[in-house]
């Protein structure tokens, strides 16, 4: 079964956030890590995951992603923060 994943990442705690929709997570956020994406998290050094969903449907990912855009700030950062608190870069244990 294919597998959807909403991501956010950041440049710092409390710093920058991108939100992302993709069918490969550890795929896209080695392209942000290794700059291979020109555009936002290039030119602001945005390459740490501090949150992620799993879905198995691509409509459901994608309007996740479209609520969290539109969520304030503080809202993100307290959703980063429920399971994330530290905002440990959390792509080494997906990809190991």
Known sequence: MKRYYIY???SKRNGALYIGVTNN???????HKNN??????????????VYYEEFDDIRKAIAREKQLKKWPRQWKIRLI???NLEWKDLYPDLSS
Not at 25 to 31: F, K, M, P, Q, W
Not at 42 to 48: A, E, N, P, Y
């Open 8 to 10: 956010i990442l950041a």
């Open 25 to 31: 997570l550890i795929g896209r956020v080695s392209e």
């Open 36 to 49: 291979s994406i020109d555009g936002f998290t290039k030119s602001r050094g945005i390459h740490t995951l």
């Open 81 to 83: 923060e429920k399971d």
